[in-house]
């Protein structure tokens, strides 16, 4: 007698392989095949036996302290501003594309043009994670003192926690980790002055090569959007475009250079004062991706075409990069590999392996060559 699979496999024309990729919802199929199976389920009357597999978990094999089969570790967005709740039709809620959620658990912060970076961390963790068969817990937050959020992440279950945030470390943030009883990894802050493992990108081999980029271009009038000095990453890439603008000889002129607000309107403002009149430099490198938007802004504005006659770098390779008209040339932050290490650190202290200060995962930027860059006009 045949088995029910190979009853409905029959009827709807297929294997009972795609019979089981149906009923575990795993693998590809194509909806009329889907379709076929689920009308030849209804037909036969009897619903086949869904298969069943043992998922290893290394995290319990490597002696990992557990309370619970299940381990959860909190993903926090430390947002520092007013948030918004985005819902969608499907009755899920997420943070511009980053990660689907449940209903009432997620956010959207009013910065939409960080939405990538962070979405390709989350993305890189809960790849990790999936490894050591561990679930994502993922919040935002404007309020790191929150209670709710306090009285989750102390919960037996919780195994680790992972925090992002948009405006670096600080006392609040400090106080908030060392208030954590799990394993933490913060991108908030750098390892100096942080009481957690952190994760950060190493700018400053992607500023010189950015630089150096610029320079091979035979641009000698180079300016800086330098954004809000209080984020380490933004103060490292200052620093390094003060250094290697320097070491290749060139003045670092004040005029052309603006900090002190991440703001894309600021950026454009900034710029627009930069470009206006004869003496003028001919490419401007920015501190994100964001605010190039800002400086592509202000020359259309002044009639000056990009890259003829400026050429505008970014930082990030944000999605919005490739967005770009012409495309961003930009320095690649490696944020899902960002995620994955994160959730190594994390592992690496449950398993004992690693007192938690002064650890640092630093991963390396690279330059993105697209077409907003080009030698400037004089030089043709």
Avoid at 82 to 93: K, N, Q, S, V
Avoid at 267 to 293: N, V, W
């Amino acid at each position: 007698m045949k088995s029910a699979s190979e009853q409905v496999a029959k009827l709807a024309g297929c294997s009972t392989a795609t019979v089981s990729r149906v009923l575990n919802n795993s693998g590809a199929v194509s909806d009329t095949a889907r379709q076929a199976v689920l009308q030849a389920i209804r037909k036969v009357g009897v619903m086949p036996r869904r298969r069943t597999r043992r998922v290893r978990n290394p995290l319990a094999e490597s002696g990992v302290r557990s309370t619970k089969s299940t381990g959860l570790v909190e993903i926090v967005m430390n947002l520092h501003q007013p948030i918004e709740r985005l819902t969608l039709h499907d009755g899920t809620i997420e943070l511009g594309p980053i990660a689907v959620c449940p209903p009432d658990q997620f956010f959207c912060p009013e910065n939409r043009y960080s939405n990538s970076h962070f979405r390709r961390i989350i993305d890189g963790a809960i790849d990790e994670l999936g490894r050591w068969s561990l679930r994502p817990v993922i919040r935002a937050t404007n309020n790191l003192k929150d209670r709710q959020l306090l009285s989750d992440i102390r919960s037996p279950d919780m195994q680790g926690l992972i925090l992002l945030g948009m405006g670096g470390g600080g006392p609040v943030v400090s106080a908030f980790l060392r208030g954590v009883k799990c394993p933490a990894v913060s991108f908030s802050g750098s390892s100096q002055d942080c009481p957690t493992p952190t994760v950060e990108s190493d700018d400053t081999p992607g500023v010189r090569q950015m630089v150096d980029h610029l320079v091979g271009l035979g641009h000698s009038r180079i300016g800086y959007i330098a954004g809000n000095q209080n984020i380490a990453s933004f103060r490292e890439r200052y620093t390094a475009f003060r250094l290697f603008l320097t070491a290749a000889g060139l003045p670092v002129r004040p005029e052309w250079c603006f900090e002190g607000s991440d703001h894309i309107c600021d950026a454009e403002a900034a710029a627009e004062r930069m470009l206006t009149g004869a003496d003028r430099p001919t490419a401007i490198l920015c501190c994100y991706d964001g605010a190039a938007l800002g400086v592509y802004r202000a020359a259309r504005r002044l009639g000056l075409r990009i890259p003829e006659d400026l050429s505008i770098a970014g930082f990030g390779n944000q999605d919005i990069a490739d967005l770009f008209q012409p495309s961003l040339t930009t320095v690649n932050v490696p944020t899902h590999e960002m995620g994955r290490a994160a959730v190594t650190l994390l592992v690496m202290q449950n398993t004992q392996q690693v007192p938690s200060p002064g650890l640092s995962a630093r991963l390396r930027t690279s330059l993105v060559a697209r077409s907003s860059t080009a030698p400037p006009a004089e030089s043709k």
